[in-house]
């Protein structure tokens, strides 16, 4: 087994700090991670070296370990606390999951894919210049383009409509299922698996 094998995975949900932005869209990178931890067993804590609640487990017994965590700071700052982990925990750059919501794919779709642009993403590109890397994995909820001629800024920070609040506890468990299959079959798989449905 190399190094490599044996190092953990930081599965990163991204999101904004505070109870008033918790049911956002932009959030559901937060509510996918806070997913994963449950199924892992793994309780979230104020991390010491990183503006990050963090917790550690395997997926299944014997399985990968992973670090699960939700930055801080917020969502255009995410990019110090990850590289803070990554380095901490000795994380590959191809081992970091990032969790977030995608303006450029309908409510209900999922795409997972390794590097690439950030597409106007905050949070990814405050990852990508912290890594010096695109080379990450993310895991993309799609949450589509604002209506009319909203700002999709503004878009982000609103929270979903009823309708859409009736399939979200079902997506948010999807991802994290397309979360988890990353880390124990990889991206490949994933995307073979997810992009289709």
Request: proline share 6%; charged share 25%; net charge positive.
């Amino acid at each position: 087994m190399t190094t490599e094998d044996s190092a953990p995975w930081l599965v990163v949900g991204l999101g904004n700090p505070g109870p008033e932005y918790s049911r956002h869209r932009h959030n559901v990178g937060f509510l996918v991670a806070d997913v994963v931890a449950g199924r892992l067993g793994v309780r979230l804590g104020r991390h010491r070296r990183a503006a990050a609640e963090v917790g550690e487990g395997r997926l299944g017994i014997g399985g990968p370990r992973v670090v699960i965590a939700k930055p801080m700071t917020y969502m255009n700052l995410s990019g110090g606390p990850v590289a803070g982990l990554a380095q901490f925990y000795k994380v590959p750059i191809g081992r970091i999951v990032a969790i977030h919501d995608e303006l450029d794919i309908p409510y209900t779709g999922l795409r997972v894919k390794c590097g690439g642009g950030e597409g106007g993403h905050n949070g990814l590109r405050s990852i990508s210049r912290s890594l010096a890397s695109k080379e990450y994995v993310r895991v993309r909820f799609g949450i589509g383009r604002p209506p009319g001629r909203m700002d999709p800024a503004d878009y982000v920070l609103t929270g979903f409509s009823t309708v859409e609040r009736k399939e979200l506890d079902y997506l948010v468990d999807r991802c994290a299922d397309a979360v988890q299959a990353v880390v124990d079959r990889g991206v490949e798989w994933t995307q073979n698996a997810y992009h289709g449905t």
